[in-house]
């Protein structure tokens, strides 16, 4: 079991109960990874799924939780022949953190009958690497994964913000481990706020995510691109695709965040 | 009060439960249209809720409800300085037809930091209608509002579908009604499925949809543009922009749906 299997394990007490320990190791800073947070209550929501694949999660952040043990409780909607609908809240100290929609169903191994192109990356080689973070700065995520950005996109780093939100790299968990559900629910939420690329620095937290599980992705390199259509009155919409190393487009997501002060 | 404002309506039966009346007049050929029916929802919502525009609505399709008497019932999850969270359930005859999470806050007239570009449209003298619907067909849905296409995009109506993804329209109400957020909310699945485009005719059902309110809508036509990235395994996802006559994005959404048979 790898790490990541680890920090996101969910063990059943009932039918519509189980436990997990939120690991101190996805932290940005404080918070935990929204993404990882996602992928420890999924973890639950499929065990209590009648089918394997989490094709729509939509998730609202009502609060932060903390690292250590929490709850999640997976209410079954309605399963019909090719879909379940399922609500799964992720719980701390008798709170809601995460509020969620989980539909399931079976993705088949199948060719696209259309596909929008994949992103333009340049070569893995001529990307870049964030520098790593402080210690004291507490983002323990970081060391979980690689990231290898297009180095326009982290031009914000050295006062050359692009002026679009945006941001693309090439994304692997630092410990070998194929891709699946659980690491694109993270992967959708592992790039910094694209709103950095357009000038707004800042902690810029997530009210709520939707995403979309479209095939299961081949083992290797993740590429994600993340985007943006709108900055207005503090609130910033992100939009990330996830492309598998064979090219496949396997998940879609997009955020609804607070604009960052400072 | 229009006709839509009226289909629309949820009175109050108690602070958690709203009375609506499902009218035929939004109709698809039997079923009733997606988007009406979430605007059915989020009057209730947003009435219980503590602020007044819903900024995020993501809502699960498990069963078609018929024309007639329903409920929403409304259940408040949190409420913070920036934006309220809560669930929402359109219930017929005891049982769920779409489940909701919806928060709320409030949009400031704001010129945007940032925007993406408006899609390309020629004029609206240069845009086409779809045919009226045969009686028996059941599509009461089309009197209820006017689509002026971009041609190409109902090329699929003569044979000669795009090959990809695509429908743009000029959208507004029949009776005439400033747009607001359910009228916006309509408007995001108001739409022929994108994948017609793509070559793929037939009953397109929605499994989930999630759309956010951006901006508060200026009177006049909008302009509805959707797009899909990938049709894959039997399923598809459909995002639609939504920008009003003052060229501002007012609506984002993506539904995830099943490609149809025949």
Not at 129 to 154: G, R, V
Not at 159 to 168: F, I, L, Q, V, Y
């Amino acid at each position: 079991m790898t790490k990541f299997d680890e920090a996101t394990q969910a063990i059943k007490i009932d039918d519509q109960t189980y436990d997990v320990c939120l690991d101190p190791g996805y932290s940005i800073g404080g918070p935990l990874n929204g993404g990882y947070l996602v992928a420890v209550l999924l973890r639950a929501a499929v065990d209590a799924a009648p089918f394997a694949h989490p094709v729509s999660t939509s998730a609202q952040f009502l609060k932060a939780p903390v690292p250590g043990p929490a709850r999640v409780r997976v209410e079954p909607l309605k399963a019909g022949r090719t879909a379940a609908f399922s609500r799964a809240t992720l719980i701390q100290d008798g709170a809601a953190a995460i509020e969620a929609l989980v539909t399931t169903a079976t993705l088949a191994e199948a060719e696209p009958d259309y596909s929008g192109e994949a992103p333009d990356m340049p070569p893995i080689e001529q990307c870049a690497k964030l520098p790593d973070p402080k210690p004291e700065s507490n983002m323990t995520l970081n060391a979980q994964m690689e990231l290898c950005f297009d180095p326009p996109t982290i031009g914000w780093l050295h006062g050359r913000p692009t002026g679009r939100p945006e941001s693309r790299a090439y994304f692997r968990m630092s410990e070998e481990q194929d891709p699946d559900a659980y690491v694109l629910a993270l992967a959708v939420d592992a790039l910094p706020p694209v709103v950095f690329s357009a000038g707004r620095r800042g902690w810029a937290p997530t009210v709520d995510l939707t995403w979309n599980l479209r095939a299961l992705p081949a083992p290797g390199w993740l590429t994600l691109a993340g985007s943006g259509r709108l900055i207005s009155g503090g609130w910033f919409d992100e939009e990330v695709e996830v492309w598998d190393s064979v090219g496949r487009l396997v998940a879609q997501s997009r955020q609804l965040a607070r604009v960052g002060r400072g």
